[in-house]
């Protein structure tokens, strides 16, 4: 089938750049290293002001969200220089359909990095670190619907940014912006309720928590603010918003191509 | 009409010229870029945004938790405002140096060896970026709330310590972009590299060094001395205990050490352009 | 003038395996070859000379190329322009040169041609006198004042070529070396181009190293042709000579009233091309009178319409040469 083409394609594709997947390895351990130190640091210094976690436990948040980050792969160029060339009416025009094909890349990118990247570096942050997450058979089952689900937004995040170069030259802006948001308000380090409260607020509403604080927080059975169930309920329904931004974006900026001619 | 026969100018250019020449291709650049950039003022706004969540990351922490490692709010902010400043200076100058793979995979780099100039100057000069101020700015920002918040003796010598601390800085930070980019003679695709090199490492030094287990302190001091960047000289400006440095004149290290990474750059951008001069790239 | 004894360049190539194994076993190890991509090159060109430097892809032109103008060190062998080495001297031998690549401009592409010019002025050190008079030469023969104010960026191939052109020779250098010059561009802007780089090396005695792939610039420009295939010279000399030596002949075309279906001639015609039932082309020996075409056609009782003669097609012979060169 085409599509598992697609998916392998990716993941070889991935391989061929050695050095590069050296250094996106350090770089990853880079920041687990990072946080775990500042965590230790912290935790010893001012245990009061940990809440409901504790040292091992913050480590291990910083090390399961780096590895969730890390095995979310993506080829971000590949929409925007296409719509960027006009390349893409070449996709539009082949015989498969090119959302599909965007996903089966993402899907092959992101295969390779959990078994290039996230699982030696889950092992060698285990050894090093000596810390054991906190995560139990149930608290497993119940991540993977979760990571499937923040998996799917981090997808159409990328691609909606991605389609926006029908309308914008620069998309480089937004991806900057999408990354400052990320950075601040996914818990991609810094587990949300650590945050100010006015903050949490705020951030609550946004679908970011959903992209790493929440399957996280799942995996390694810290209680949230919710039922399981509530939790599901509200990623299909993030899922819902996002997807129906982001193809209305793709949609409406392919037509917008078809009538200028590309 | 006639082409006048002129006869090909032999002689090299003065060093003043050459300068001059320099600098002509320099603001040219800046000016190309700034008609590039769409929407210029929209994109530093969201670098702003950018480094704006950076900080609050660390703010947050630091909210929370009083200290990192026994180094306040206004300290950590001191230490972040040294390295903010170094780095718009090196994002000023050396931004060009970043695409250097490219101009090696698509044939700039050969222009710029036919031409009578440096082709190591010819990369610097044609990548000025003038968003380097906006670090600057965010710099002297964090500068000023840093002082606000705690006590630091200025005077006319701190006052000259302080910049020589920010130029051997950028230095450090330069020297190690030229390295990374002559890589790029010997290895198709340095993008991560660069990213890791460039961008990634800099995350250690928004925190206090004493976090960090003592292979990476020794790492950061020995091997790839980005410490003295803001880490150590911070240690002068606040009057902090010396009791993680390896030494009390680790200091004053940085500018000292910013000129001989500068001086190893150099020699090893040298070798790397002879390697490419015989394996073609 | 320049002066190539001996030259040669030797690369190493990595090998990667196809596949997923394959890549995956290249992330530790891959194999290393040897490539010879010049192999033991002489040549000399006096002044004022056009030399052709004609090779197919990968037979190592722009290699040799890379080495005269000192982007590349040669493994082994020696070069010299005007008395200097390319590679050693770089910075002093590139004020005596200009060089076109084809397909990679040396404008500043985001700035005004007129501002390129300027920052080469500075960097050449032209006299200001000198610069204004080669400006107005330009001007003229190119029409570069059309576009001389607009982005590099914004130009059109032929506009963005003879900018190129004209930048490379404004310091007046003795050499020009133009690697295709003529690629991609339309017949009209290629004659002008032709004409141009005619009239640099006739009038003012620039001499000219140029290497393309359009036979019709070779033919047009060249008096000498160097021949390189698989890293070895094998042929250089000139054109006329060349033909002679492939026996590479004049080509007759002719229409015949009436259609046919096979054509029988003696020799030493042959037939080269049958366009149509009713046109031929047919190669005869550059001397040969036609006499003894026609006498052969009209005993089969053809009865020819129209019957040209033209000069020996280069291309064809060179087609040839690698053909033969390919069996060895």
Do not use: C
């Not at chain 2, 990351?57 to 490692?69: A, C, N």
């Not at chain 3, 190493?12 to 995956?24: A, E, F, H, V």
């Not at chain 3, 050449?124 to 008079?133: G, H, L, M, R, T």
């Not at chain 3, 982005?151 to 963005?160: M, N, T, V």
């Amino acid at each position: 089938m085409t599509y598992l083409k697609f998916i392998s394609k990716a993941f070889q594709r991935s391989i061929a750049y050695k050095l590069e997947y050296y250094t996106g390895l350090m770089n990853a351990f880079l920041y687990i290293f990072i946080f775990t130190s500042v965590w230790q640091t912290v935790a010893k210094e001012s245990p009061g002001a940990l809440g409901t976690w504790s040292g091992e436990t913050l480590v291990s948040y910083a090390i399961l969200s780096t590895l969730i980050k890390v095995s979310f792969g993506r080829n971000e160029s590949l929409l925007t220089n296409k719509i960027k060339t006009g390349d893409i009416v070449y996709d539009i025009l082949k015989p498969y359909n090119f959302v599909m094909m965007y996903f089966a890349d993402s899907f092959g990118v992101s295969l390779f990095q959990l078994f290039a990247r996230a699982i030696p570096l889950l092992i060698f942050s285990l050894l090093f670190f000596g810390v054991i997450p906190s995560v139990t058979t149930i608290s497993l089952l119940q991540f993977i619907p979760v990571y499937i689900m923040s998996f799917l937004l981090f997808i159409m995040f990328g691609f909606m940014i991605s389609s926006l170069a029908f309308f914008f030259t620069e998309v480089f802006s937004f991806m900057i912006l999408y990354s400052a948001l990320v950075t601040l308000m996914s818990g991609s380090v810094i587990p949300l309720n650590l945050f100010p409260d006015y903050l949490v607020k705020i951030i609550a509403w946004s679908p970011f928590p959903y992209l790493y604080y929440y399957p996280t927080t799942v995996l390694i059975g810290t209680p949230i603010q919710m039922e399981y169930s509530e939790l599901i309920l509200r990623y299909f329904l993030e899922l819902l918003i996002v997807g129906t931004i982001t193809f209305t974006i793709y949609f409406s900026g392919k037509r917008k191509l078809e009538f200028a001619g590309g | 009409m006639e082409l006048t026969k002129g006869k090909p100018n032999l002689l090299e250019n003065t060093f003043a010229e050459t300068l001059y020449i320099y600098l002509r291709i320099a603001t040219a650049s800046i000016k190309s870029r700034m008609e590039y950039r769409a929407s210029f003022v929209i994109f530093l706004f969201t670098l702003l945004t950018f480094y704006a969540a950076q900080i609050s990351t660390i703010g947050i922490v630091i909210t929370r938790f009083k200290t990192i490692g026994g180094w306040s709010m206004g300290e950590m902010a001191f230490l972040y405002s040294l390295l903010i400043l170094s780095q718009g200076i090196v994002t000023f100058i050396f931004s060009g140096i970043l695409d250097f793979s490219t101009y090696v995979r698509d044939g700039t780099f050969d222009r710029f060896l036919v031409r009578p100039l440096s082709p190591l100057s010819q990369v610097i000069m044609g990548g000025f970026e003038i968003t380097g101020f906006a670090h600057i700015i965010l710099g002297f920002l964090t500068f000023v709330m840093a002082n606000s918040l705690i006590e630091v003796h200025w005077n006319f010598i701190n006052g000259v310590v302080f910049l020589a601390v920010v130029v051997g800085g950028a230095l450090i930070l330069g020297s190690i972009r030229i390295i990374i980019a002559a890589i790029a003679f010997y290895a198709v695709n340095t993008n991560s590299l660069v990213h890791l090199f460039v961008f990634s490492s800099r995350e250690f030094l928004l925190y206090p060094l004493n976090i960090y287990s003592g292979g990476l302190k020794f790492l950061l001091t020995f091997i790839v001395p980005l410490a003295f960047i803001n880490f150590y000289p911070a240690h002068y400006f606040l009057n902090k205990s010396g009791e993680n440095l390896f030494h009390p004149m680790f200091v004053f290290g940085t500018l000292p050490i910013g000129i001989v990474m500068m001086l190893f750059a150099l020699w090893f951008w040298k070798k790397g352009q002879n390697a490419y001069e015989s394996a073609g790239g | 003038m320049i002066e190539v004894k001996n030259l040669s360049k030797h690369f190493k190539i990595k090998k990667r395996k196809p596949g997923i194994l394959g890549s995956i076993v290249s992330l530790v190890h891959s194999e290393v070859e040897y490539l010879k991509a010049v192999d033991d090159i002489s040549f000399s060109i006096k002044p004022g000379e056009l030399v052709g430097y004609i090779g197919q892809n990968g037979a190592g032109k722009s290699t040799t190329i890379k080495m005269l103008t000192g982007i590349l060190t040669p493994t082994s062998g020696q070069i010299t322009v005007n008395g200097l080495d390319p590679s050693r001297d770089r910075k002093f031998n590139a004020r005596q040169i200009g060089v076109v690549f084809g397909q990679r401009s040396q404008l500043w592409m985001d700035l005004p041609v007129e501002e390129s010019f300027d920052l080469l002025r500075s960097i050449y050190k032209i006299d200001s006198k000198v610069y204004k008079q080669k400006l107005d030469f330009f001007f003229e023969l190119l029409g570069l004042d059309e576009f001389f104010n607009q982005q590099a960026r914004k130009l059109s191939l032929g506009q963005r070529m003879k900018a190129d052109l004209a930048a490379s020779l404004l310091h007046s250098p003795s050499v020009l070396f133009l690697d295709e010059p003529t690629i991609g561009l339309d017949l009209l802007v290629k004659e002008k181009v032709r004409e141009f780089i005619r009239k640099i090396n006739t009038e003012e005695k620039v001499t000219i190293i140029l290497t393309t792939h359009d036979i019709q610039d070779i033919e047009f420009l060249a008096q000498r042709i160097i021949i390189i295939e698989k890293g070895k010279k094998e042929y250089d000399g000139d054109i006329a000579n060349f033909n002679k030596l492939l026996g590479n002949d004049s080509i007759v075309t002719i229409h015949f009233v009436n259609p046919i279906k096979k054509l029988e001639l003696p020799k030493p015609f042959e037939i080269k091309e049958k366009i149509s039932d009713q046109q031929y082309s047919l190669n005869i020996p550059d001397n040969e009178p036609l006499s003894g075409l026609l006498e052969a056609l009209q005993k089969q009782g053809l009865q020819i319409q129209e019957i040209n003669r033209h000069k020996p097609d280069l291309g064809f012979a060179v087609k040839k040469m690698y053909a033969k060169t390919g069996e060895v």
